[in-house]
């Protein structure tokens, strides 16, 4: 297992920074964004530091299906997924990436446009 010190999300899913967490298991951890784009914004980290998807390999198979998974379940737990909803994995500068944990955001709650800005 690896985890940053420095790391706000490693932070959050050790419990050392609050967050207002709707789902937790052995391998992901769901909190509020704390500011929510939708009514709905909820962001999945796996437990395990990952920097972003650009340093994902061979070896963070089941690492990335997990969250892909848990934001799935998180959709449905928060009533936006028969509507529909959106998971989106921002990566590096020209991605909007702003925390170098990898996450993926779970919007939903309104209809959203597209292209994303
Ligand atoms: P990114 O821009 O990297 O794709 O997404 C990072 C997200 O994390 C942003 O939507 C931002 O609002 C959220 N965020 C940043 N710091 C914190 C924090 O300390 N707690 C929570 N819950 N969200 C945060
Ligand atoms: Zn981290």
């Given at each position: 297992m690896s985890s940053e010190s420095?790391?706000?999300f490693c932070g959050i899913a050790a419990?050392?920074?609050a967050s207002?967490?709707?789902r937790e298991d052995e391998?992901?951890?769901a909190f509020r964004d704390t500011?929510?784009?939708a009514p709905t914004h909820v962001l999945v980290i796996p437990r395990d530091?990952?920097?972003s998807l650009d340093h994902a390999g061979p070896d963070d198979r089941d690492l990335?299906?997990?969250v892909l998974r848990a934001a799935g379940e998180v959709?449905?737990?928060e009533g936006i997924a028969d509507a529909g909803y959106r998971t989106v994995i921002n990566t590096g500068e020209e991605g909007g990436q702003s925390v170098g944990h990898l996450h993926a955001h779970v919007l939903g709650g309104r209809r959203l446009t597209w292209p994303p800005g």
């Open positions: 420095d790391c706000i419990g050392r920074i207002d967490i709707v391998r992901t951890v500011n929510p784009q530091h990952l920097t990335l299906g997990d959709a449905r737990s």
